[in-house]
């Protein structure tokens, strides 16, 4: 059983319109959800973390919201530049310590 | 401050060989943790080690081990390679703490012919 998945697989944006990634997940107890943004061949970029239901964060063009059972990237107006895989994951108590579990990612792709 | 280094970037070996990867944490991180990538499997957990002990480990054989030195610098080796374990090694540091932020590196592209 899948721990963490994301939606869209991919997603295709005209530059300026807006749109939310999903990321759903299951755990005994959530330690922390991560949000990376991936360029090709690159390691994951860190933007944000969030630990409870109700915690938002934002930056720049990003925010990141979280409830009991899912959480939203939100991104307004994009650029051409926020093109990347945008990965989450997330820190379960059922596992020891470190061992983040991955969705599969969302590829953004945005058109000028 | 400087950011996750990994040593090399690039590498490329043959089957049955082995080979050993590098990762400098970024300083004052005494977790690094591994994790391997592919387009097939997406992110995957390898281990972390802690203060010079492995904490926790992932489902991979034997053949991957790791090891951390006292300045949390640490190293991750595989061997008897075999093609199934061309990938992108990344690793990432952080305070090691319940639910810390990990920061990564930007990876070893390890290609196995």
């Known amino acids: 059983e899948d721990q963490v998945t994301q939606s869209p697989e991919a997603l295709r944006l005209q530059e300026g319109e807006s749109s939310s990634l999903n990321c759903s997940y299951t755990v005994s107890g959530l330690r922390g959800l991560f949000w990376y943004r991936q360029d090709p061949g690159k390691g994951p970029e860190f933007l944000f973390t969030?630990?409870?239901a109700g915690e938002e964060k934002e930056k720049e063009r990003l925010k990141a919201t979280l409830t009991k059972k899912e959480s939203f990237l939100h991104i307004t107006a994009p650029k051409p530049e926020d093109s990347a895989t945008y990965l989450c994951?997330?820190?379960?108590?059922?596992?020891?310590?470190?061992?983040?579990?991955f969705g599969a990612g969302t590829r953004l792709t945005v058109k000028p | 401050k400087a950011g996750v280094t990994q040593t090399p970037r690039y590498l490329i070996k043959t089957r049955g060989q082995q080979v050993t990867l590098s990762c400098s944490p970024i300083?004052?991180?005494?977790?690094v943790s591994w994790y391997q990538q592919t387009p097939g499997q997406g992110l995957q957990f390898l281990f972390e080690?802690?203060?010079?002990?492995?904490?926790n480990k992932g489902n991979f054989p034997g053949r991957f081990s790791g090891r951390q030195f006292s300045n949390s610098r640490s190293e991750m080796n595989v061997s008897t390679l075999e093609l199934g374990d061309s990938a992108l090694y990344l690793c990432?540091?952080?305070?090691?703490?319940?639910?810390?932020?990990?920061?990564f590196g930007p990876g070893t592209r390890l290609t196995v012919l």
């Open positions: 080690y802690f203060s010079e002990t492995q904490r």
């Open positions: 300083s004052g991180h005494r977790s």
């Open positions: 969030l630990y409870s």
């Open positions: 994951a997330v820190l379960d108590d059922w596992y020891n310590n470190n061992d983040m579990r």
């Open positions: 990432a540091s952080s305070f090691g703490g319940e639910g810390d932020t990990q920061y």
